[in-house]
């Protein structure tokens, strides 16, 4: 079945520092992938998306390209920000239009001033 | 866009009794969607609940446990029946925006259960 590996974390970086977190997927056809972000005492954000291979999905400096040779989507960002700081989710839609959700485990990003 | 509250948002229950969670939508929706995400864990979908319908629930959850209403287009309850303490988790509701089809989620409901 469908199913969404990230990385495990905290992930603990300086600010200013380069950032990846891991995303793998595992889908039968062509889902669309999506990492959310949950801030501190706040919902489910929807951070960036992208809906077929080799589509790259950017929002707030984050990026992430649809690699469906390595059926991966990992989250990049050049230079973090304290205000990064979150829980961060990989997630794939199970097709067609029915809006469902698999979820990863989520990455907890700690930023250090 | 779409704003989605929860009542409560927290609460701590004990072992056999139900409680009831409510979802409420700044405007109308056809889909909204219940999730639950446990100690640790990533968000797992229970159910989806369409007006007019009956919910569809996914494996491993089932009616009797957590029933689920939709009234109208703008509010669902997803109540959690005959607790136990494995159900302590977050439970998130969360609708498909009515314009842009991306997904929103409610601040969440955080269940105790002692």
């Known amino acids: 079945g469908n199913s969404v590996t990230q990385m495990e974390g905290p992930v603990t970086l300086s600010e200013e520092a380069f950032l990846t977190i891991n995303c793998t997927y595992t889908a039968t056809g062509y889902p669309s992938l999506f990492w959310y972000v949950q801030y501190p005492g706040e919902g489910l954000q929807l951070l960036l998306k992208?809906?077929?291979?080799?589509d790259k999905g950017s929002n707030k400096g984050f990026e992430a390209t649809y690699r469906k040779e390595t059926t991966s989507f990992h989250l990049e960002k050049g230079s973090v920000q304290v205000s990064d700081s979150a829980v961060y989710f990989c997630?794939?839609?199970?097709?067609?239009?029915?809006?469902?959700?698999?979820f990863g485990t989520g990455t907890l990003l700690a930023v250090q001033p | 866009s779409a704003v989605i509250s929860q009542k409560p948002s927290r609460d701590i229950c004990q072992r056999g009794t139900s409680l009831t969670i409510q979802c409420q939508v700044d405007s109308q929706v056809t889909m909204m969607f219940w999730y639950r995400q446990q100690p640790g864990q990533s968000l797992t979908l229970i159910a989806t609940?369409?007006?007019?319908?009956?919910?569809?629930?996914e494996s491993g959850f089932v009616i009797d446990k957590f029933p689920i209403s939709r009234p109208n287009l703008t509010f669902s309850t997803l109540t959690v029946s005959n607790m136990s303490p494995e159900d302590s988790s977050i439970y998130l509701c969360?609708?498909?925006?009515?314009?842009?089809?991306?997904?929103?989620f409610g601040p969440g409901t955080r269940l105790t259960v002692t």
């Open positions: 997630a794939l839609d199970y097709g067609g239009a029915t809006n469902k959700l698999i």
């Open positions: 992208a809906t077929k291979a080799d």
């Open positions: 609940a369409n007006q007019g319908s009956e919910a569809t629930y």
């Open positions: 969360s609708v498909a925006g009515p314009s842009d089809n991306k997904q929103y």
